[in-house]
């Protein structure tokens, strides 16, 4: 009987990620533009979120042009050739089309076909879904280098009118580059879901309402008490996790990079991993707001673009939002 030879891939024990891109929408939108709708005003939207400006993609600039941006950078800083990516990850809640998905185009538009590609519906923490599946395809030999793409056109579907989330939403799209290394650079990745909260972030219609014409366009919506408690409790916990089973303590890390939810949610996690003072804290929300898949890429982009980090530290990033998903790993900076 024929075996199936199991030495076909080339297995490596560790993978890292070896460089990331950004690219934010290009439009930036102050407080003041969008506090009329909600009945607020720039004080209180700073207070409750610690967002100054958030970046919006305008009419003219897609999800996709965005997002091969940011691939195209990550790819550039890796060194690499777009035929050597032996898998597209893509991230995203906010593509316009139910299929094919957004990671085959991408494949095509930066040169990687014939590349496997495929999207993940993960929200917020979907970059991190990529990079431990990513992980797992370079260690496993299947592909050697994998591109990881998280990112939103969010203002496509917000209501400005909204006060639980509309004036966090933004866009953008970060990208990273993961292969083979010959020391650890990801560690396990702490992931879950927690699905009795479905409802907690998620769409104000289905979009076989809108068809039948027994609703106006889906826009997303949250109970923002409900996530934001969930949020401060059980990430910080997740976060914990994460540390452990990497075999870290808070004061090794160099940086702590997570989704960028909310101002108040990230100073909370601070305090309850109690991070040393030298430990830097990404707080890109400030004026990028809240871009759900893009975030902890653009967010740890940022710090190493401002030189705030360098490469070779470690870093917590942590992704938390609707679903409600979760995904938590320690990585060498890039």
């Known amino acids: 009987m024929n075996q199936i030879k199991l030495s076909q891939y080339e297995t490596t024990r560790y993978s890292r990620i070896y460089s990331l891109g950004a690219a934010r929408g290009d439009l930036v939108v102050t407080n003041d533009d969008i506090a009329g709708p909600i009945d607020s005003s720039d004080e209180w939207i700073r207070q409750r979120t610690g967002i100054i400006t958030r970046r919006r993609a305008g009419k003219n600039?897609?999800?996709m042009d965005m997002s091969v941006a940011a691939a195209k950078e990550a790819i550039a800083?890796?060194?690499i050739q777009p035929s050597e990516i032996g898998a597209v990850i893509f991230s995203t809640i906010s593509h316009p089309f139910q299929t094919p998905s957004a990671a085959t185009l991408l494949a095509d538009l930066v040169g990687a076909n014939p590349a496997p590609a495929f999207d993940i519906s993960a929200a917020c923490a979907g970059y991190c879904y990529g990079i431990a599946q990513a992980d797992a395809l370079v260690r496993s030999g299947v592909a050697k280098y994998v591109l990881v793409v998280g990112a939103e056109k969010l203002s496509d579907f917000l209501d400005p009118t909204d006060r639980s989330i509309s004036f966090l939403l933004a866009d953008g799209a970060g990208a990273a580059i993961v292969g083979p290394s010959d020391e650890p650079g990801?560690?396990?990745?702490?992931?879950g879901s927690d699905g009795s909260h479905w409802e907690s972030v998620s769409m104000t219609h289905s979009l076989l309402e809108f068809r039948d014409g027994e609703s106006p366009w889906p826009t997303i919506k949250q109970?923002?008490?409900?996530?934001?408690?969930?949020?401060?409790?059980?990430?910080a916990k997740v976060a914990q996790?994460?540390?452990?089973v990497a075999g870290v303590k808070?004061?090794?890390l160099t940086a702590l990079v997570t989704h960028q939810a909310n101002i108040r949610i990230i100073d909370e996690m601070v305090k309850q991993l109690k991070l040393p003072e030298h430990v830097a804290v990404a707080r890109d929300i400030v004026n990028t707001g809240n871009t759900s898949a893009a975030s902890v890429p653009l967010a740890m982009h940022q710090l190493l673009a401002d030189g705030t980090v360098k490469s070779g530290g470690l870093a917590l990033q942590i992704g938390f939002g609707a679903g409600l998903a979760f995904a938590a790993q320690v990585v060498v900076l890039p």
């Open 61 to 63: 600039q897609s999800l």
């Open 77 to 79: 800083g890796a060194g």
């Open 186 to 191: 990801i560690s396990p990745t702490v992931w």
């Open 250 to 252: 808070a004061e090794d």
């Open 223 to 235: 109970d923002g008490q409900t996530v934001f408690r969930w949020a401060v409790w059980e990430m």
């Open 241 to 244: 996790q994460a540390l452990d």
